[in-house]
């Protein structure tokens, strides 16, 4: 408690010295979520990473046959594909989207994630706000 004190106390001083804070962070180490299905999930900016529960970027890659349960997030989520195919189920429909595609997913709709195809699929997935286990809701 001391620790985090003190820190508030020199970040005071600093900008009461005028002293102006960085307009930027470069994310030189992402989290690497822990997995057993052998995706990968690199968080970059978001709850794990940096507190930060406004929003949520990670690099990921689906290896082939991979996929997720349904579930019904409280977040919206964007993803861009960059090398690969990644299939969604949103409310009954099958999408397959390709490199170079984007799609927004808005919150609170059904929604399974999956890469049925024999190829790696690599993304970025942004969510707003941040994604949370809590707030993720898959079906078990």
Known sequence: MRYKFRIMQKLRTSISNGIKMKAYTIQKKPFVVPTDDGKLIEEHFGHATDGNSEISIAHMIAPPGWSEPFQT?????????????????????????E????IKISKNKR????NP?????????????AFSIDAVHREV
Do not use: H, M, N, R
């Open 73 to 97: 997030p409280e977040f919206d989520e964007y993803t861009y594909i960059i090398k690969g195919k990644k299939q969604f189920i949103i409310e009954g429909e099958t999408l397959v989207l």
């Open 99 to 102: 490199a170079g595609q984007s």
């Open 111 to 114: 929604v399974q994630y999956s």
């Open 117 to 129: 195809f024999t190829e790696p699929c690599e993304y970025i997935a942004v969510c707003k706000p």
